[in-house]
Every structure is written in C-alpha cells, then in structure tokens.
C-alpha cells in the first residue's frame, strides 16, 4: 500500500514528532489517499474495515506523547474520528448532492420511496432488495436506511456547507447503527490461523 509508504517516510524523517509536525503531515500526505472516491471503493467485510483503520492507528502512534493511550483516546486527543466515520459522512454528503442535483450520476441509481409516512422527510428513497453482498452494500444500498433517518432540518438544507453543519458527530454516532452492520469475515478459517 502506498500509504504505508508514506507513513515509513514520514517515521523515518521527522525526528521530532509532535502532534503540530505529525498531524498535518498526515491529513496532506496520508489521509487523501484513504478518503478517494470512497464512495466507490468502500469496504464492507470487517477484516478490510480493520486493515484501514490500521493505518491512521499506526499514523497515532507515531507520536510519543500520546502513543500508550488507546485508540479511542488517542483520536480524541488529536480531534481525528475514525476512517469508517468519515466514510458515512461523505456518503450521506455525496446523498445530498446527487438529491439536490449538485452531482448528476446516471439515472436509476436511487428510486424515491412513494408510501405516505407521517414521519420523517419528504425526500426518502426505497431500498432496493439485493441477494448478494455486492449489490446489498453498493452505495444507494448502504446509505439509504441512514439518509431516510436523518431529520427534516439536514435534508432541507440549501448548500452542502449547511448540510455538513448538521451532521454533529452525535447525529452520525446515532445514524451508524444500520451503517454498520458489515458483512462477516469472508474467510475467518484463515485468519484464525495467524
């Protein structure tokens, strides 16, 4: 991978390691190459969920101030969230552009959902049904339970800069739960054996 390219650069390089100096080294060098068009690419087997998050945790633990703290912590203290929460926020985000047509991808992709519901937004799109791992966690699958929970005020919103603004972390931490709900380890036999 050539993130880890870049953080032995940087490992190697830097010998002073502070969050001012590691940090931004990261969000410029790292974290682009792992945030790219996710939207396309993201992964729903727990074992590669893992093997990116190890990443920014090897990147955290770059720094000596903070490097006996757990993971948890160590975001906390650097202000980072986790990559699989960035991956949800740029999901719901890039929601909202294809719904409010900022971004135009080919037609059928979402279908709007027609039932009356008293609940809710007027913008909730149908899930479609899949038989597979590959359809059932594609993009309009995966995001769509969060994006029908999301309230009225978030979905209304003018500008993705008012969108974004309601995205509290509380609110992705509550929408995440039909989110997260991976698909098992495709071969756990192997993986158990090292």
Known sequence: MLVITYIGIIARNMHYKSADIILPLYKSLVRPHLDYC??????????????????????????????????????KMLNLSTLETR??????????????????????????????????????????????????????????KAWNRLPSAAVESKSVISFKSHLSAAMLRHLMGDYMSHAPFPDSHILSSN
């Open 87 to 144: 991956r949800f926020r740029s999901d719901l985000i890039e929601m909202f552009k294809i719904v409010k047509e900022i971004d135009k991808p080919t037609h059928g992709l979402f279908t709007k959902a027609y039932y009356s519901s008293t609940r809710g937004h007027c913008l909730k799109m149908a899930i479609t049904a899949s038989r597979v791992n590959c359809r059932k966690f594609f993009f309009s699958n995966r995001i769509t």
């Open 38 to 75: 996710s939207q396309v690419w993201n992964p729903y087997y727990k074992k590669d969920i893992i093997q990116l998050e190890k990443v920014q945790r090897r990147m955290t633990r770059l720094i000596p101030a903070i490097r006996d703290y757990p993971y948890e912590t160590r975001l």
